[in-house]
């Protein structure tokens, strides 16, 4: 049974690095794409961003700039910094498994990328 | 911003069936799979349907997807108390190169 579990601060200070872990158990990392999402209060779902195991990252071109998403095999972990935190990055994170595969047809390709096993998510209060 | 559209707001009776719609473009929708979340109150989303129209093992056959043009639907059928949740459709963008959520449904039971 695979789990995913989120960890860190839940109160981090304006203009300062967010950064949080999530446990796996049940699965390795050299497979799939460990993803973060992130929920404002009372708002929907934003995709934030993966890392892969092969080295290939991909981030919400919104928060490119200051996201880093990155795997510890050694520990079965991946994390989430999210660097000059502001009010606006206050919500619910979430951890999630992603599968991703790239589909080639004569008329293009179609890709397909789901989430199928998260984290409970962890509530991150950007405040001074 | 989200870049895929939903009505905020879709009920009906136990029993009934339901329909959200899911309105998105060329680039995400209509060129890539759509896939659903349902996010029940207090807790995480769940993959409901994944690939246009296949459902994880476990998900009732009373949820199904599937996909037209730049548009897609997620139907209830047999409406259950327990469905009350948020659902949301969601898709991998060409033209941003990133996923791209909807702005989701809050389903009621009457």
């Known amino acids: 049974q695979v789990q995913l579990q989120e960890s860190g601060p839940g109160l981090v200070r304006p203009s300062e690095t967010l950064s949080l872990t999530c446990s796996v158990s049940g699965d390795s990392l050299s497979v799939y794409y460990w993803s973060w999402i992130r929920q404002s209060p009372g708002k929907g779902l934003e995709w934030i961003g993966y890392s892969h195991y092969s080295g290939s990252t991909n981030y919400n071109p919104s928060l490119k700039s200051r996201v880093t998403v990155s795997l510890d095999t050694s520990s079965n972990q991946f994390s989430l910094k999210l660097t000059s935190v502001t009010a606006a990055d206050t919500a619910v994170y979430y951890c999630?498994?992603?599968?991703?595969?790239?589909?080639?047809?004569?008329?293009?390709?179609?890709?397909?990328?789901?989430?199928?096993?998260w984290g409970r998510g962890a509530l991150v209060t950007v405040s001074s | 911003q989200s870049v895929l559209t939903q009505p905020p707001s879709a009920s009906g009776t136990p029993e009934q069936r339901v329909t959200i719609s899911c309105s998105g473009s060329?680039?995400?929708?209509?060129?890539?799979?759509v896939n659903w979340y349902q996010q029940l109150p207090g807790t995480a989303p769940k993959l409901l349907i994944y690939?246009?129209?296949l459902r994880p093992s476990g998900v009732p056959d009373r949820f199904s997807g599937s996909k037209s043009g730049t548009s897609a639907s997620l139907a209830i059928s047999g409406l259950q108390s327990d469905d009350e949740a948020d659902y949301y459709c969601a898709a991998w963008d060409g033209g941003l190169n990133g996923y791209v959520f909807g702005t989701g449904t809050k389903v009621t039971v009457l």
């Open positions: 999630a498994r992603g599968s991703q595969t790239t589909i080639f047809r004569p008329s293009g390709q179609s890709k397909t990328y789901y989430f199928d096993y």
């Open positions: 690939n246009n129209n």
């Open positions: 060329s680039s995400n929708i209509g060129s890539n799979y």
